[in-house]
């Protein structure tokens, strides 16, 4: 099968072997699947990433539960925010039929262990035809719901569980700093949960129109007018969470510089690279800073329930397809927050 391939920190595009399931999983066709921007960060900046991780863990006791790590030196392919047409089922498999569409948390289990799908040597991810997944984590997509948009279930589920981190209640502010899919997802709960007035910054004039399409109060040019100022102008006075969805380095002590006394800081963006902050803007600020991964399941089926029954419009995301050949030039393309915001592959 065909399938867009890391190995060595180079992406090309490939032929490997079809996938088998094993006891308890479905083989499945992948209609479409998410370019997220940690995979950019990845291939960009894995390595560095991985090599820090590895410096953190000496020393350490092994965590029998923790992901097992990819080879760099071995064939992956990443996508994990897919959704699959069940063509297979493996032994014991019983919840699913041929012919299912299901969504599916990126994880999944053997007798060796876990392996997160899309950054496995073992578990291809939706940048490919075909995947194997787990049926326990599977969950099948609502009849009528267009699996371009079920393949929005992870990203969505990525801002419904930052939120739910940062503690952030009804009275409270929010301001969210960039507004690619991460940031955007956030709104998108935000404005679910009844939070106002939400204040969006980023410098893309697109992606700010994309935040207003969900219902921001006021999304800003940092260029033209901070994002802190814009708050003050329009409320000024309520508890204030700051989002910092960029994953860039310099941008939590941004956040920190700017943040006003007691406000709280989650942090959502992926940032690969060594980072450095001022300790004495948060003492001096009393700033709290979450960190924010993932999701839970709950948090999982709670996005693919807002997809289908219309809570939250997320079409406007989706701003290209691409096939398998097309995977290489996507990555490049979305360096282009003009260009694009979401780009799906669809085998």
């Known amino acids: 099968m065909r399938a ?40 960009s900046h894995g390595k560095e990433q ?27 392919v990443m996508g994990h925010e897919f959704c699959c047409e069940v063509v297979e089922l493996g032994p014991g498999a019983n919840r699913f039929a041929v012919g299912d569409v299901i969504v599916s948390m990126p994880v999944a289990f053997d ?20 995947m194997v997944l787990n049926e326990m984590l599977g969950i099948k997509v609502p009849a ?53 007035p939400i204040i969006a910054a980023d410098f893309s004039p697109r992606r700010r129109a994309l935040a207003e399409k969900l219902g921001v109060d006021i999304a800003v040019d940092p260029r033209e007018t901070t994002a802190i ?15 910092e969805a960029v994953g860039v380095p310099g941008m939590i002590n941004e956040a920190m510089r ?13 940032c690969m690279q060594q980072d450095h902050i001022h300790p004495m803007l948060g003492i001096q600020g009393e700033l709290n800073i979450q ?3 993932g ?23 989706i701003t290209g397809t691409v096939n398998i050949d097309g995977v290489p030039q996507a990555f490049t393309d979305l360096a282009n927050p003009e260009a694009h915001a979401k780009i799906l592959v669809k085998p």
């Open 4 to 43: 867009a391939v890391i190995r060595d920190w180079q992406l090309r595009v490939d032929d490997i072997d079809i996938p088998t399931p094993g006891p308890g999983q479905v083989l499945t066709k992948v209609l479409a699947c998410g370019i997220c921007g940690s995979d950019l960060h990845l291939l």
């Open 50 to 76: 991985r090599d820090m991780a590895e410096k953190f863990r000496e020393g350490l006791a092994p965590n029998p539960v923790s992901m097992q790590m990819f080879v760099p030196e071995r064939d992956m």
């Open 111 to 130: 007798n060796s262990g876990l392996h997160g799908i899309g950054f496995s040597n073992t578990y291809n991810g939706g940048y490919a035809e075909m």
């Open 144 to 196: 009528g719901l267009p699996t371009d948009l079920a393949a929005l279930t992870e990203p969505l589920a990525v801002g419904v569980h930052a939120v739910a981190k940062s503690r952030i209640a009804a009275g409270d502010a929010a301001i969210v700093m960039g507004l690619g899919p991460v940031g955007l997802a956030c709104i998108a709960e935000l404005r679910m949960r009844g939070i106002g």
């Open 229 to 243: 100022d814009a708050w003050r102008k329009i409320d000024g006075s309520r508890p204030l969470v700051i989002f």
């Open 258 to 270: 700017v943040a006003p006394k007691d406000t709280r800081i989650l942090v959502v963006g992926v």
């Open 291 to 293: 960190f924010a991964l």
């Open 295 to 317: 999701y839970e399941p709950a948090e999982f089926s709670a996005a693919l329930e807002a997809i289908a029954e219309g809570k939250v419009d997320l079409s406007s995301w």
